[in-house]
């Protein structure tokens, strides 16, 4: 609410600053007003910054902060960064922080020049064409989905160079910095063949791009008779594969959302559900939530306890987790979704259902619905955001607290299940 922050005839109530704020630092997208109307040249400096803040980590960049003043990083703050990054080690995590942050700097400032450069012809002044080339990147590889525009990426629904470049950087910035990481040690491997990649990579990657294959098919074949009717095959298939990543991650749109069919907003709202992958710039249950329980599922159908894949076993305890991630989710979106239909009588269901899909995905996609919220309306869409982008197990942290370790156990018997 700083007047740097804001062009002169600006206007932004206490409410939507508090919703903005929790948008950006969740990097969800959301937005009740037009940043384009709202945001100065500072201003948007500072809102990338922000996004920087969501985009990393909150304790990842605090500690960037520390190195920068050379302070000595304490073991509190090294368990702080563990549990923020889903690290299993405290071993190397200021390195590992280190590396990612560099990573995204270099990522951002590439991007920046290459957008940038391309949108001169675009924009009158190559102040303004670099500045969105700017925020464009940052936005990008952080999963925001705000744009300083006003208009997302619907001008450059046609310009495939714009739609790849933006497809890339979603995915980078939300398949998990661990695998980021993974992937730069095996480039600078010598013998790439010997090099053994950690389940939680090959689990992550391959559920990851069987989901945009999968989203991609699903959203193609859904409107190739409706909204794809009067478009040629590859703007199709553009248009579908964009959507698919975008869902789960980057939240910016090519087209009015609302012209498609009610199926593929259904099915949207499953992909901004599963989200992004964890320790990674997105929200929603994470993609190996998914996997796991679809393995167990597979798995118990043919009579076996124990789920293996890629020749290792999945340990039991994770197999439980993945289940109360995907079931506390549940509740929490039915409760919000239940909620909104009480106190919004005005929109429809699938608006409300799409827009609590996008909010606990830390997506951004909306049906338009996001403005026109009530004070308790946006009261809940934050909380959704919130623990979107914190995940389920460190929100049920902060409802019951410490692990409890029980000193005797009673008897085990068994109940009937289904």
């Not at 400096?45 to 909150?58: E, K, R, S």
């Not at 280190?98 to 995204?104: N, W």
Request: net charge positive; aromatic share 16%; glycine share 8%.
């Amino acid at each position: 609410m700083l007047p740097i922050t804001q062009k002169p005839d600006a206007e932004l109530s206490f409410i939507d600053a508090v919703f903005l704020s929790i948008s950006a630092v969740t990097v969800t997208g959301l937005s009740t007003i037009d940043l384009s109307q709202l945001l100065s040249v500072p201003g948007t400096f500072i809102f990338a910054v922000i996004l920087q803040f969501g985009g990393i980590g909150i304790m990842t960049f605090g500690v960037l902060i520390w190195i920068l003043l050379r302070k000595k990083i304490g073991m509190q703050k090294r368990i702080l960064i563990t549990k923020e990054q889903n690290s299993f080690t405290i071993s190397g995590i200021v390195r590992f922080v280190r590396v990612i942050f560099l990573f995204f700097v270099v990522i951002e400032l590439f991007g920046t020049v290459v957008l940038g450069t391309y949108f001169l012809k675009f924009f009158p002044t190559w102040q303004e064409a670099y500045l969105q080339g700017f925020f464009a990147s940052v936005s990008a590889i952080t999963n925001a989905g705000f744009d300083i525009t006003g208009k997302s990426l619907i001008p450059f629904a046609k310009d495939y160079f714009v739609l790849t470049f933006n497809m890339v950087f979603y995915i980078i910035g939300s398949l998990g910095f661990p695998v980021l990481i993974e992937v730069r040690e095996w480039l600078k491997h010598k013998k790439k063949r010997q090099f053994r990649f950690s389940l939680f990579t090959k689990i992550t990657t391959v559920t990851f791009l069987l989901l945009i294959v999968i989203g991609t098919i699903f959203i193609f074949v859904i409107e190739y008779n409706h909204f794809y009717a009067n478009k040629p095959w590859h703007q199709s298939f553009m248009y579908s594969l964009f959507y698919s990543i975008s869902s789960r991650t980057g939240g910016m749109a090519i087209t009015d959302i609302s012209e498609f069919s009610l199926p593929t907003h259904l099915f949207l709202c499953i992909l901004m559900f599963i989200g992004a992958s964890p320790s990674s710039a997105g929200g929603g249950i994470r993609t190996t939530t998914l996997a796991i329980m679809l393995l167990a599922m597979y798995y118990y159908a043919k009579g076996d306890k124990t789920v293996k894949v890629f020749k290792r076993e999945i340990v039991e305890e994770d197999i439980i987790k993945s289940f109360i991630v995907f079931t506390t989710a549940m509740l929490l979106c039915s409760v919000a979704v239940i909620i909104l239909v009480c106190i919004e009588p005005a929109f429809s269901l699938i608006e409300i259902l799409f827009e609590v899909s996008s909010a606990f995905g830390t997506v951004g996609l909306s049906l338009g619905i996001t403005p026109e919220l009530s004070t308790a309306g946006k009261v809940v869409i934050m909380m959704l955001m919130f623990i979107g982008k914190i995940g389920i197990f460190t929100f049920l942290f902060f409802m019951g607290g410490k692990t409890i370790k029980h000193k005797y156990h009673y008897p085990k018997e068994q109940v009937i299940i289904g």
